[in-house]
């Protein structure tokens, strides 16, 4: 059976989740694959044999982070060609679809991006125009490359064999052509990220403030969840742009996404549709987001989000 | 000092959107058409560069776009902002391309053009990839400094330098190159500028060159439904979400949603 590369996501020493659904995704693809990237631990590699590797290629060095993904584009490309794998799967996050972008034109091979699912043969399936519309899509030419939503399947760890292979990579000068001087961290750290979240509480202009921001704050810590905004919020300044949901702002498609003070503008909606369940609180009976819903509540926000804050609180105590 | 901004023209956001059943196209007469909202603010980038440097002696700002005839409005948009001149790459036989197929189109306009600095937007609002600057980047052999919230022009220094702020999830990276570079900028740059009447008028007497593949040496077999490398194999509507249950606060508006949550085993 062929392999299938999958792209590992991974940040201070832990695998991201989307990298183990990827893998149970490359498991009814072929043989799993894990090529990590970067700062690697042995933690690292087991906890990726853990969840389904059989062969982990790893380009091991702290350079990968200090120039704009070409690097990694050379890495992985080093493993496509060791592993002669059959596809290759990578998580949809701006940084994924960078690298399989370069990737694609680097082997001449077609890219399929925002794939929520991948059936055999790698033909994509991809939900567009706001999920009004299932389409199916393939690659003709080279070795398809698919970036895949978080979130689109769910994973099934099975151990893998893990057999360790370390890349030989050759880091170029075209590589090396944008540096990177400073990371800044504007994110409240213990929050998860937007794209990969399991459940995202978000606020609108409904919101009416940037203190009114805590309120969904609340609500999203005791869930765990990410905070996601509406361009109404974010154009206003109450939250940062980059927890902004919709066309152009972020795709999310968690297991719960609670709407609050969002009226449901198709703008939004296309950043927000595929998500498995939705709940929203809005005082206009007719905002169209109710015509989303799994749940709705008509009302204020501001009564009703600090209530349920406090029961999710109780309830999880 | 000169500026390419590649602007794409999109279906209007608000309106509903079709694929055409006998390619598998978007169906482009289906939706009134406008420019990519995200390249706006790349224009309005460019003119606000052009002005830090001193104005159009010291820089230029091209337009470029690559679509059918109608495509030429968001050149002109682009024109009545205030950019100088423009160039419309049209062929039959770049209808349905991919991707890839358009980033080589692009590139091969880049390399004619030899701008300093090549500007657009980072993603299109129809098809939302966010890949095309980076497979420019990759084609041109040129820096890629994508997702700017902020970009800085040092061209004084020789070679000249560019810094920008790549938007990241958990905020932001600052990444410098050397000129000439490729960069892709986010929502909320800037507020990009209304045209003025003056602005329209004077637009109209601005030059605009047509190119063709063969101008730029691009094969058709390239190009196209045939040269792209990848491809929508069937569609079909998905079914709406069935209704749910919408219910009107009480006081207990909270705790309704707790025992939803609780129901669907959330909590
Ligand atoms: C090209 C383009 C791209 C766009 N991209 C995006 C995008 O990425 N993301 C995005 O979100 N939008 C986007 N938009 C904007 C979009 O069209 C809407 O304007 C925006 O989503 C509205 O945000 P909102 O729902 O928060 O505000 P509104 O539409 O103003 O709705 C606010 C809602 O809050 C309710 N409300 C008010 N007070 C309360 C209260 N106390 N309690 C409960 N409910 C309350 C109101 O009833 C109303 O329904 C885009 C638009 C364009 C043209």
Known sequence: MAEVLVLVEHASGDVKKVTFELLTLARSLGEPSAVVIGDVTDDLVASLADGGADTVYVASGSEYGDHVVAPKVTALQAALAASGAAGVLVPATAEGKEIAARLAVRTGSGIITDAVGVDAGFVAQQSVFGGSTLVHSAVSTGTPIIAVRPNSVAAEPSSGVGRRVDLDVTVTDTDRLTTVTERVAQQKAGRPELNEAAIVVSGGRGVGSPEGFAVIESLADSLGAAVGASRAATDAGWYPHQFQVGQTGKTVSPQLYIANGISGAIQHRAGMQTSKTIIAVNKDPEAPIFDLVDFGVVGDLHAIVPQLTEEVTRRRA | ?267
């Open chain 2, 1 to 267: 000092m000169k500026i390419v901004v590649c602007v794409k023209q999109v279906p209007d956001s608000w309106a509903e959107k079709k694929l055409n059943p006998t390619d598998n196209t978007l169906d482009r007469d289906a939706a009134d058409a406008v420019v990519n909202e995200l390249d706006e603010y790349a224009i309005e980038e460019a003119l606000q560069i052009r002005e830090r440097l001193g104005g159009a002696d010291a820089c230029t700002v091209t337009v470029l776009t690559v679509g059918p005839e109608k495509a030429i409005e968001s050149v002109r948009k682009g024109l009545q902002m205030g950019a100088d001149d423009g160039v419309h790459v049209i062929d039959d036989a770049i209808h349905g391309s991919d991707a890839v197929a358009t980033s080589a189109v692009l590139a091969s306009a880049i390399e004619r053009l030899a701008p300093d600095l090549v500007l657009m937007g980072s993603e299109s609002t129809d098809a939302r990839m966010s890949v095309v600057p980076a497979m420019l980047a990759e084609r041109t052999g040129r820096p890629q400094l994508t997702f700017a919230g902020k970009v800085e022009l040092d061209a004084a220094s020789s070679p000249g330098t560019v810094r920008i702020q790549r938007v990241t999830d958990y905020g932001y990276d600052v990444v410098e190159a050397q000129l000439p570079a490729v960069v892709s900028v986010v929502e909320k740059i800037n507020e990009p500028r209304y045209p003025s009447f003056k602005g329209i008028m004077a637009a109209k007497k601005k030059p605009v060159e047509t190119l063709s593949l063969t101008d730029l040496g691009v094969e058709a077999a390239a190009v196209g439904l045939t040269g792209s490398w990848s491809s929508v194999q069937d569609f079909a509507a998905r079914p709406p979400r069935a209704a749910g249950t919408v219910v009107t606060d009480a006081g207990d508006g909270g705790t309704k949603v707790a025992d939803f949550l609780s129901a669907q085993k959330f909590i």
